[in-house]
């Protein structure tokens, strides 16, 4: 079989993995923007979800996930990824990932919406940091890598027929080069920097999304943004408290002490996280702003005073840094933008409609996650959809982008306009969280819209090209917001407050530097264009 170069961009689980299967055939590059272990990925806190418990069942967990992905999620993903999850779970304990253990198993432990407690966790609440460290060691000791590390990924190169060659990066020192490569994947996480809230790290920016679309990669479902219901906020930091957390009997308090979520929805604390996110949200509202409380002091009486050093030592860590102490007050809390369910369209080999170019983890929407995440389910998206990205690659498959989309054009002007105002990033942010947040509404987002597509980034640093890329992507979730004109999973429309009959998918992609939205034939566009081996 030929070998090839193969360029990966971003180093959390989905590149790193992706990086360790495709070198055993090929000469890999891992091109990242920070150093290698920066990523979501090492801020995981909660745990893993996989069946690996005989009590458990890979049909409940897809019956989970299909739950609270409100109708939209690819039935063939969801599939792929709860049965293959089990043993690419074996493969990251080969590696080395120590997962906790209780009584010589396993420890379980349970999320929100999940039917059984199939959550792994790793160091207590440092599960993505435990993984990411072993799949940092395990990249640094293999063959066949070359690891460019403080390496910024500026586009995508492609050839006359459009199909992807190479990748346009900034180096270390501040040169521009293109790096020529037989397929490229992203593999660059998520956007959370969209938003003035965030739980996720700085390098969160959403270049590889943004460097799709101006490649004119189709995406999809870029409406659909889940906040986290439980950050820390103070003095302008955001920390996330997980949902392990209230899966372990902590509670919600408003500001007279009183819970207030079993009167919001019957699993109160452990409802889907848009629900508890609006709920906060609301009750906020109720009370000026003012954050709620997270109670785990229950879980102190019931399990002893060390309990919660123990068990999540790294949010214990965090609160007891910013001067609190949890294992005796409630502690406040709001929630935060926290994950992408939409982002560069892809079949279940993570190939895109560009010709060589593949996207894996949180930059990809393999319809996985339909409109809402299950906890605990991206990572292992992302490992999952990345080892089958390295087994296409592997078996000298040749991929020449999948099937395009019915367009009926909704335009969004990509390039600035003469005219246009500066904007800087904090701006962007507000802007998103005020008008695309966890509540939207059809006027507000038409303003923010207008307001971003005469707006332009000045500068040429990389967080200037980071905050014009997040304007771009800005400008793509809320014209896809705009034409959801219903509230379904994480979207909530208090213009268009229920769910729609009819269910489709939104597909935009960039033409003409515009962009353009689909909705996609009635039946699901990403299982019918996914074709099996
Ligand atoms: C605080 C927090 C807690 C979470 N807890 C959980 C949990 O318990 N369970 C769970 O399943 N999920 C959790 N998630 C979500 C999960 O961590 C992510 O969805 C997942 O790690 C994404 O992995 P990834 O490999 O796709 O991307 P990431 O881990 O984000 O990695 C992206 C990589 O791309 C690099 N990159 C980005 N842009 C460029 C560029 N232009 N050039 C070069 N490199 C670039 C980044 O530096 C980074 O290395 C959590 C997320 C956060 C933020």
């Not at 980071?466 to 992507?473: H, Y």
């Given at each position: 079989m030929i070998r090839k170069h193969i360029v990966i961009v971003g180093s959390g689980i989905a590149g790193l993995i992706a990086a360790l299967?495709?070198?055993?055939?090929?000469?890999?590059?891992?091109?990242?923007?920070?150093?290698?272990?920066?990523?979501?990925?090492?801020?995981?806190?909660?745990?893993?979800?996989?069946?690996?418990?005989?009590?458990?069942?890979?049909?409940?967990?897809?019956?989970?996930?299909?739950r609270v992905g409100a109708g939209l999620c690819n039935a063939e993903a969801v599939e792929v990824l709860c049965s293959e999850g089990p043993a690419r779970i074996r493969d990251l304990i080969r590696i080395?990932?120590?997962?906790?253990?209780?009584?010589?198993e396993l420890a379980k432990g349970l999320e929100a919406a999940?039917?059984?407690?199939?959550?792994?966790?790793?160091?207590?609440?440092?599960?993505?940091?435990?993984?990411?460290?072993?799949?940092?060691?395990?990249?640094?000791?293999?063959?066949?890598?070359?690891?460019?590390?403080?390496?910024?990924?500026n586009d995508l190169r492609l050839d006359a027929q459009g199909r992807v060659n190479g990748l346009e990066i900034i180096d270390p020192q501040r040169n521009e080069r293109t790096m020529r490569a037989n397929a490229v994947v992203l593999a660059s996480g998520g956007a959370g920097q969209l938003y003035l809230h965030t739980t996720n790290p700085s390098v969160a920016t959403g270049d590889g999304t943004a460097m799709a679309l101006r490649a004119s990669a189709v995406l999809a479902d870029m409406e659909f943004y889940q906040f986290h219901p439980t950050a820390l906020t103070m003095d302008g930091n955001t920390f996330l408290i997980s949902e392990a957390v209230r899966g372990d009997g902590a509670v919600l308090l408003d500001a007279n002490g009183r819970r207030f979520m079993q009167h919001i929805d019957p699993a109160a604390e452990l409802a889907p996280?848009?629900?508890?996110?609006?709920?906060i949200a609301r009750q906020m509202a109720m009370q000026g702003g003012a954050p709620v409380m997270l109670d785990a002091t229950l879980l102190v009486a019931k399990n002893g005073a060390d309990f919660l050093a123990q068990r999540f030592p790294t949010i214990d860590a965090a609160v007891r840094h910013r001067g609190l102490d949890w294992s005796r007050d409630p502690i406040p809390v709001t929630p935060a933008a926290h994950y992408w369910m939409g982002?560069?369209?892809?079949?279940?080999?993570?190939?895109?409609?560009?010709?060589?170019?593949?996207?894996?983890?949180?930059?990809?929407?393999?319809?996985?996650h339909g409109a809402n995440r299950l906890a605990s389910n991206s990572l292992l998206e992302s490992l999952v959809f990345a080892w089958r990205c390295a087994a296409f690659l592997n078996e000298g498959r040749e991929h020449?982008?999948?099937?395009?989309?019915?367009?009926?054009?909704?335009?969004?002007?990509?390039?600035?306009?003469?005219?246009?105002?500066?904007?800087?990033?904090?701006?962007?942010?507000?802007?998103?969280?005020?008008?695309?947040g966890i509540e939207r509404n059809g006027v507000t987002l038409q303003q923010a819209l207008s307001q971003l597509q005469n707006s332009?980034?000045?500068?040429?640093?990389?967080?200037?090209?980071?905050?014009?890329?997040?304007?771009?992507?800005?400008?793509?979730?809320?014209?896809?917001?705009?034409?959801?004109?219903?509230?379904?999973?994480?979207?909530?429309?208090?213009?268009?407050?229920e769910r729609s009959t009819s269910l489709q998918h939104s597909l935009l992609y960039a033409k003409n530097s515009e962009v353009s939205w689909s909705p996609g034939p009635n039946q699901n566009p990403l299982t019918a264009s996914s074709s099996p081996r």
């Open positions: 299967e495709i070198a055993r055939q090929h000469d890999v590059t891992l091109v990242t923007k920070s150093e290698l272990a920066e990523s979501n990925t090492r801020w995981a806190q909660g745990g893993i979800a996989a069946v690996m418990f005989p009590d458990d069942s890979v049909a409940e967990h897809i019956a989970d996930t299909l080395g990932v120590q997962f906790d253990q209780r009584n010589g999940h039917s059984y407690p199939r959550i792994l966790h790793a160091g207590g609440d440092a599960t993505g940091l435990s993984i990411e460290l072993a799949l940092v060691h395990a990249v640094r000791s293999a063959k066949n890598i070359t690891v460019l590390e403080h390496t910024f990924a996280r848009d629900i508890v996110a609006r709920g982002g560069v369209r892809t079949d279940i080999w993570g190939r895109t409609s560009i010709p060589n170019l593949f996207a894996i983890g949180e930059v990809a929407c393999t319809g996985v020449d982008g999948l099937p395009g989309l019915t367009e009926r054009p909704l335009p969004v002007p990509l390039e600035a306009t003469p005219t246009a105002q500066r904007i800087d990033r904090t701006t962007l942010q507000t802007l998103m969280w005020n008008a695309a332009r980034v000045l500068g040429a640093s990389i967080a200037d090209l980071e905050t014009r890329n997040l304007l771009q992507l800005a400008s793509v979730l809320m014209t896809a917001s705009l034409a959801r004109e219903e509230s379904r999973g994480a979207q909530y429309r208090d213009d268009y407050p």
